[in-house]
């Protein structure tokens, strides 16, 4: 029996048994909230229908069985109307039958690969198993991942298959890893500048994945402008861009019916002044940021990073997207010294805590924190993205 053991233990390793181990117990933990109705999305008054956003995605594929390429025109007053997914992420929905499986099925599987996504950040943070639980409750119970586990959102897809892609690519399975960064990419637009951090790498700078990269882009493109609910709506719940409309409203700087285009140049021109004065500041000070720095391989953490900017910058709906921000943040490199520790954790938690916050003034805060950082990790990468090295973590 001890021989057998050993033979288990040898074919998982330290990394991968604490994976399992972890993605275990998370979800265990999500499946309690789901069977007790979701109660810390109830704190956080984000209502409590379980796999929402799951449903309305199977819906999407139902009328595409309905209505096959029409989907993008079919009247407003049918159920289909305002689509929001891209025309092959519903056609291999509807290939594989997936709006024949049960909705409650497809959300626990959703809310397996949601704990693993999750598992793979604490792994990598490489802390005592303690420690590790502690910030799994922490970040589970937050509103942006609460909600994000709850309504079941296709995000859960996106980050599981940019995880395998970089994985692939780490283990030197390009062509794999390529397809499925590009899968993601028919699923939401927002990653599509991951192809083009790919097309960075020298395994990448070969003519089939520039020409790829075109066909993606201009499929892309075509795609999703036929989509009449782009970008999302989210009020005060927007992420990103969008949230400075509102404020702006609120302010009387903006009239009602001002377009919502102004609002979004509004917040990117406020992002771009941020950065403008962390460069003079770096350029000035040159080691005030020297320990503050991105992982530089490009793995994983830096694709989330990626997506996380590129969610904020086009002004996606709703804060659950924060999960591209608040798990790669844990990895964030710091100095040795327990006060910048403490700081980013402290950081990570105001913003997972005050994002979806009912009370005014305390989400006008977690807007700002979110803006903050989304100009404090361009800064990064507009100082580090030309020094990228290969595509290994």
């Not at 972890?22 to 984000?46: A, D, H, M, Q, R």
């Not at 969008?242 to 001002?258: E, G, K, M, V, W």
């Not at 807007?367 to 100082?383: A, K, N, P, Q, V």
Request: charged content about 10%; aromatic content about 18%.
């Amino acid at each position: 029996m001890s021989s057998f053991n050993t033979r288990i233990i040898r074919a998982f390793p330290l990394e991968k048994r604490r994976i399992a181990t972890l993605t275990s117990i998370t979800f265990l933990f999500l499946v309690l909230c789901n069977s007790f109705n979701w109660p810390n999305v109830k704190i956080w008054g984000l209502g409590a229908r379980e796999f929402l956003d799951l449903e309305v995605t199977v819906n999407f594929v139902n009328c595409y069985e309905r209505f096959g390429t029409q989907i993008y025109s079919v009247p407003n007053g049918v159920d289909c109307s305002n689509y929001v997914y891209g025309f092959l992420f519903v056609a291999a929905g509807d290939l594989f039958g997936i709006n024949h499986i049960p909705i409650r099925f497809l959300g626990f599987v959703f809310l397996a690969i949601l704990a693993f996504v999750i598992a793979y950040f604490l792994s990598a943070l490489k802390v005592k198993y303690v420690s590790a639980l502690a910030l799994m409750l922490i970040l589970v119970l937050s509103p942006p991942i609460s909600l994000l586990a709850q309504r079941g959102n296709i995000d859960i897809l996106i980050a599981f298959l940019t995880i395998l892609g970089f994985h692939a690519i780490r283990h030197r399975f390009n062509v794999i890893g390529f397809v499925l960064i590009t899968l993601t990419v028919f699923i939401k637009f927002y990653t599509l500048p991951l192809l083009f951090l790919l097309l960075f790498q020298k395994v990448f700078r070969k003519p089939i994945y520039f020409i790829s990269t075109l066909v993606v882009l201009i499929a892309s493109v075509v795609n999703f402008s036929l989509i009449k609910t782009l970008p999302s709506d989210g009020v005060y719940a927007a992420f990103g861009n969008r949230a400075i409309y509102y404020y702006l409203q609120d302010a009387q700087l903006f009239h009602r019916n001002t377009p919502h285009l102004f609002g979004d140049l509004s917040g990117l021109i406020i992002v771009i002044s941020v950065v403008i004065a962390l460069l003079a500041v770096d350029t000035r000070f040159k080691n005030i940021f020297s320990g503050l720095v991105l992982d530089k391989s490009l793995g994983a953490s830096y694709a989330f990073l990626c997506i996380g900017l590129s969610c904020y910058l086009f002004g996606m709906s709703y804060d659950y997207r924060l999960v591209f921000f608040l798990l790669p943040m844990l990895l964030f490199q710091t100095r040795i010294d327990l006060f910048d520790r403490m700081f980013k954790y402290f950081f990570i938690i105001a913003i997972a805590y005050t994002s979806f916050n009912g009370v005014y003034f305390v989400q006008l805060v977690g807007d700002i924190l979110i803006g903050l950082l989304t100009s404090f990790l361009l800064f990064l990468f507009l100082r580090s993205a030309l020094g990228l090295p290969g595509s290994r973590e």
